[in-house]
């Protein structure tokens, strides 16, 4: 069975740094790894899609990287700002559409 | 993105009452409709997955005969909470599917008194 891990739990850093979010599986047969933010009480939006067949997509300050054969990928923010504040999961997702979540990596970005 | 609504977004019940939360897809047609509970500062935990006029396929551990699903329709799928008790207190979140890319509800957060 997957199993998501994301590295640290909490991250507190001031505006305007670049910082890294990492995350690990340990089933490396994925269809896709996608990277979401949730803000406190509400759902999940979709920041990053990347397929199997990929190593990275950007959007914006954004920049996912994904590292099949070693079980990994990292989330890049750069010039952080204090909206960027958010609880970031990522989610690897198996030849079935089933998706298993990392426990998430909450975020503060103070200014 | 995909647009999905999910309502309610909040709802308080007594224990023993059944809750009903509906999920749609309302630009995009799901075929496929996973269902998640989410704990405080605890990750997505996958509850069922559900095929558009299929029986629901539930994981390790999920009562079926608690949370029933179902999803007679492209773009709208239920999840009921049958007899609930305070332990059902959760986030449950939906996500439709017809693609790779995944798009999710905003959540219901269910409390049961």
């Known amino acids: 069975k997957q199993e998501v891990t994301q590295i640290p739990a909490a991250l507190s850093v001031p505006e305007g740094e670049n910082l890294v979010l990492n995350c690990s599986f340990t089933?490396?047969?994925?269809?896709?790894l996608q990277w979401f933010r949730q803000d406190p009480g509400k759902g999940l939006t979709s920041l990053l899609l990347?397929?199997?067949?990929?190593r990275e997509q950007t959007s914006g300050r954004l920049n996912a990287s994904l590292d099949k054969s070693s079980g990994r990928s990292t989330l890049y923010i750069a010039a952080s700002q204090p909206g960027d504040s958010a609880t970031y999961l990522c989610?690897?997702?198996?030849?079935?559409?089933?998706?298993?979540f990392g426990a998430g990596t909450r975020l503060t970005v103070k200014p | 993105g995909a647009v999905v609504s999910q309502h309610p977004s909040r709802v308080i019940c007594k224990s023993g009452t059944s809750v009903k939360i509906e999920c749609r897809s309302l630009?995009?047609?799901?075929?496929?409709m996973f269902w998640y509970r989410q704990f405080p500062k605890k990750s997505l935990m996958l509850m069922a997955t559900?095929?558009?006029?299929?029986?629901?396929?539930?994981e390790q551990g999920v009562e079926k005969d608690k949370f029933l699903i179902n999803h007679a329709s492209l773009t709208l799928s239920t999840l009921t909470v049958t007899s609930a008790h305070p332990e059902d207190s959760s986030f449950y979140i939906c996500?439709?599917?017809?693609?790779?890319?995944?798009?999710f509800g905003q959540g219901t957060r269910l409390t049961v008194v």
């Open positions: 989610a690897a997702t198996g030849r079935n559409n089933d998706m298993r």
């Open positions: 089933d490396s047969a994925i269809y896709n």
């Open positions: 990347i397929q199997s067949s990929q």
């Open positions: 630009d995009f047609q799901a075929t496929t």
């Open positions: 559900s095929n558009e006029g299929s029986k629901a396929t539930y």
């Open positions: 996500s439709p599917r017809a693609g790779p890319e995944a798009f």
